[in-house]
């Protein structure tokens, strides 16, 4: 399962994913350090360009889906209770900023070709599988859970009622789970390491993405954007 | 001798008793040794305590002698060994690397990791796959195969890796008959440059493949020899450890030894 | 930091998996319940502090990824917290009865509300999960000042998840068969029977 994933063939598809990641990075620090209330706005009005000519405006419709709510909390608690319209713009802007700049580094990088990308960077073996296999795991588990969840109410499992017959609902959905879980242990072990999955060696990379020029000149350009704002705005 | 073990016993961590009991045997490449026995007679944890898993990865005191391929292989020089000892356990599922999008990733897993670089890579993962004859699946999600497509995947994944010692813990058990009919045919020649050990318990289909059986019970070797003269005993027959075929002729009252297959007794009763 | 072991390697993201997964159990209920440390504390039950803060932080980016939930990065030191929590509590044989764990648990509760009160506060203005948002709404609107309100709300979720998840770690303890809890360094320390 790609989460998020759409296949193309646009800008970002084809921008090192460490160039992308490092976008996300720098408006989730920009949207902090840069001054005024719709500075966060602007940052988001970029990024809808962005997602235009990359063709993945679909995107935005997920992150304006994703971010409503919160504009709803937002209003509500800072605008009407605490009569700060100017800060729930503010904070508004910058949900909307991280998670649209996140979702579009979701939709056009896929998972896999993620952990090559860490790996060709010299990213310690052990923490990319891990990133990568718990990607494959959390799908997995959650369809098991479903399953045990469905399982266990036609058995008469209750989840209405009192606060007391829910919270003990909680044991009969959650221990089968976990100790599934914890009975695949040992045989996954044993296949990962007869796979040198443990062995100190360095792992090849099987298609590790192209790092151009320009990926490399847009990550010192945004390293020295969110540098430059952060010493403009934190120096004393 | 690619695998030595002399006296070997071992025991699984909080077990009450041994899984292995002084176990000795030694086996080098030409034929396919056969390990049999009842269920939880210890063939798997065998074929783990060669591997250097047992009790490297799975805890537990081992005593005795392992040496496969000249060294201990739970001890010290194990690094050495990397990539040299394949084993394919029962249940694809739980063999899958977890980080392969497609076929070939998951059959490239192991190659990977031992930092071959991508032609060989790639020559390797094509081979293992025409081996079990599922090139065409090469570029699916190994999540949406079928079980006997899974496991042929898997064994072709512990192939890729060109191991000396092949050890095989039922790779048959989700394929169906002439699926496991191929792969058992193919084992023997697997076994003319390698050391191929198969630990099942599917003794009808498996034993034409075997040149040497090894049986255990709770344990410990009861018989080590020539299929006929381990599998064809009253014995044997009692222990459950032998094909149907001779479990009929003991039945059948027919002499020592029983045939062992539908073949051998034709042969012999058609006279 | 030493290689990952193949257990961890094949441990860990079982773990992480069951962090997200029960996510959906805790909806299930519709009781203010996350369940999303769990795997977290388990592994700090079966290994140890060190394992469970690699959890906590593969965890924290798997949440950042995931299902647009809104559990940033900027959380993980309250996952890392809870990581030694957890690991610290395990030495101390906290999971050895019900009592004992579901004490630690609540003040794990009130620890991790502590941590997170700032990091929501200060960057997210108090806004972040939809369900503690909410009483964080509902205690602004009766005329609380933000910063208790929020505050306030963190705490009534985190006290009892945190509580409710250190139990069901007990009962996983409890019900895991002896050859199988011996396998985990920890694991029957953490219970009280080594």
Known sequence: MTLGYRPGQGLLHRTHPLTTAALAGAVSLLAFLLPGELAPWALVAGLCALALVAGLVPVLGAAAAFSAPFWGFLAVIHGVFGHDLGTAVVLAGRITAILTVFLLLLASVHPGRLVDAMLARGVPFGLAYLLAATLQAVPQLQRRATAILDAQRCRGLRVRGSVLRRLRAVVPLTVPLVLGALAEVDERALALEIRGAASGTRRTPLDPPVDGPWDRATRWILLAAVAGVAIWRLWP | MSVQLERVSFRYPGAAFDALREVTFECAPGCVHLVTGRLGAGCSTLLQVIAGLAPHVTGGSRSGSVVTLGRDPA??????????IGLLLPTPWTQLSGMAYTVAEEVAFGPANLGWDRERIRQAVDEALRLVALERVAARDPRTLSGGELQRVMFAAVIAM?????????????????GAEALYAHLPVLARERTVILATTDLDRAVSAAGRVILLDGGAVIGDGNPAEILGTPRAVETGATTTVARIASLAGADLTYPLTVAAAVERFSR | MARLSSRLLALIPLAVGINLALGKVASATSLPLFLDTVGTVLVAALVGPGAAVVTGLVSQTAFTIVDGKLMWMAFLPVQLGIALYAGLAARYRMFASPLRAVASGLG???IAATLSWPISLLLFGGVTASGVTLVTTALTAVGMPLQWAVYGASLSS??????????????????????????FPAAERSRGRA
């Not at chain 2, 060109?162 to 002439?178: G, H, I, N, R």
């Open chain 3, 108 to 110: 794990l509760g009130l």
């Open chain 3, 158 to 183: 985190d006290l009892l998840d945190k509580a409710v998840t250190f139990l069901l770690v007990y009962v996983v303890l409890e019900a895991l068969p002896r050859r199988m809890a011996v396998r």
């Open chain 2, 75 to 84: 001890g010290s020089e194990r690094h050495d060994l990397a990539g040299r």
């Open chain 2, 162 to 178: 060109d191991p000396e010692v092949c050890l095989l813990d039922e790779p048959a058990m989700e394929l169906d008959p002439a």
